[in-house]
């Protein structure tokens, strides 16, 4: 494409928030009203913002890429921006948007239950508008599940974080401490993927309450029962498959998998079951589909038939050919006409790293950065980026992609803050016709 033609591209956007708010408008018209609903937990009388301000602030603060609450105020300190933001939330204008501190007092006192709320009535409205039914894996949902560590350092933010021992017993001995999450994303193709619940792997209080010898801290394998009993109250009856990596290959997770009635693809390593690769390798004969899938069914691991098949993926990297092999346990049993399917979905793991966590600490804000020491404030705002960067998705695929206008992730957060402050009408930018969204 010449400079000329990306010049006539880039003047179809007249104005990226605007046209975010057109993506959100047409996939969630009701956000603002759901921030509003919120159980307000702080008391009335000296209420200056409503939860709808301050949900509605921290959405465009995640919007705009904006890492921390101090450069969230001198950002949003802005006549023009402030107009704006009111007038995009539909909240009647005041002089200044809520102060960083102001937020983080809300956020220590909000149930992050009533973000999860939202969360869960964002999911259910985009799986029954069927916009998304071709990303179903034998018309199933891959629910995508995997952990990744937020911020670390060497002070003890509050007594939820968890301790990592370096040089033990040794005289430079010395901890740091982290937090972590564990999430599972729901996978709407076209690289799209919606947080549909999140847990928080974190010291419980019977920990906090006695040694670190005592009891052992939490950990991913812990969380994800938790995590399971979370997405099955919320979506009893939806179609799931489980996607994982390799930790997940074991009598716990396929037990609870088989208790919702889940299926699951889960990457395997021979190290972390080698019983299945023995049974496996000692059988005369295995079944392929083409000459890079090769599978077999009904192998025994522990009181579970589990299905594995093998994948040889061939890249030619400078000039050379490269072949990496995958390998997963499926409930799904395989056969020839589906292994392609199984693969193409085993690989869809990826997906959570790349479009979830990586865009959220390298591309597109920074989940890493604590904007609050108190642990319930944390919570709800990594679940407020969760919602806001589901929406820029949204938008980065049904408006930026479809008319072919191209920007470096690190852009998109930067041209829609620089929007924030544009002068705009009422009539045409605000409350401006809704995008008519193309299926898959």
């Known amino acids: 494409m010449s400079r000329e033609q990306e010049r006539i591209r880039k003047k179809l956007e007249n104005n990226p928030v605007v046209e975010c708010n057109k993506i959100q408008k047409k996939f969630c018209p009701e956000l603002f009203s759901m921030f509003g609903n919120v159980s307000d937990p702080r008391h009335q009388s000296y209420v200056e913002y409503s939860s709808r301000t301050?949900?509605?602030?921290?959405?465009?603060?995640?919007?705009?890429?904006?890492?921390?609450?101090?450069?969230?105020?001198?950002?949003?300190?802005?006549e023009k921006v402030c107009k704006n933001l009111y007038g995009f939330m539909g909240e009647d204008r005041k002089e200044y948007l809520p102060y960083g501190v102001t937020e983080n007092e809300f956020l220590e006192k909000l149930n992050p239950e009533e973000l999860e709320k939202i969360q869960q009535n964002i999911v259910c409205a985009l799986i029954r508008r069927k916009t998304f039914n071709n990303a179903r894996v034998f018309k199933k949902w891959l629910v995508i599940v995997d952990a990744t560590e937020l911020d670390e350092g060497y002070k003890k933010k509050n007594d939820n974080y968890l301790s990592r021992c370096y040089n033990k017993g040794e005289e430079n001995e010395f901890y740091k401490y982290h937090r972590s999450v564990l999430e599972a994303k729901i996978y709407f193709g076209n690289n799209l993927v919606c947080s549909i619940a999140t847990e928080t792997i974190e010291n419980s209080e019977e920990y906090v309450n006695q040694s670190e010898e005592t009891v052992k801290q939490d950990c991913e394998s812990k969380a994800f029962v938790r995590l399971a009993e979370k997405i099955k109250k919320k979506f009893p009856r939806l179609p799931i498959i489980i996607a994982a990596d390799g930790l997940y290959v074991s009598r716990t997770v396929l037990g609870i998998c088989k208790e919702y009635q889940w299926d699951y693809i889960i990457r395997y390593k021979e190290g972390s079951a080698p019983s299945i690769a023995e049974e496996y390798r000692a059988l005369p004969e295995k079944e392929t589909a083409g000459a890079d899938i090769e599978y077999q069914n009904q192998i025994m691991y522990y009181d579970f038939d589990i299905n594995l098949i093998y994948y040889r993926e061939k890249r030619v990297k400078k000039g050379k050919e490269k072949t990496t092999e995958f390998a997963w346990i499926t409930s799904i049993r395989v056969t020839k006409s589906n292994a392609a399917k199984i693969v193409r979905a085993g690989r869809n793991r990826w997906k959570i790293e790349n479009q979830g966590f990586n865009r959220q600490k390298h591309w597109q804000g920074n989940i890493k950065h604590a904007c609050s020491w108190?642990?319930?404030?944390?919570?709800?705002?990594?679940?407020?980026?969760?919602i806001a960067d589901f929406m820029k998705q949204l938008y980065e695929y049904f408006y930026l992609?479809?008319?072919?206008?191209?920007?470096?992730?690190?852009?998109?957060?930067?041209?829609?803050?620089?929007?924030?402050?544009?002068?705009?009408?009422?009539?045409?930018?605000?409350?401006?016709?809704?995008?008519?969204?193309v299926p898959n």
């Open 54 to 78: 301050m949900l509605g602030t921290l959405y465009y603060k995640s919007i705009a890429g904006i890492a921390s609450m101090q450069e969230m105020t001198r950002v949003f300190n802005n």
């Open 374 to 386: 108190d642990e319930r404030a944390q919570k709800n705002h990594y679940l407020m980026e969760q």
């Open 401 to 437: 992609e479809r008319n072919g206008i191209k920007k470096t992730q690190k852009n998109i957060s930067s041209e829609l803050l620089a929007s924030f402050g544009r002068q705009l009408t009422e009539t045409e930018d605000i409350k401006a016709e809704q995008h008519k969204a």
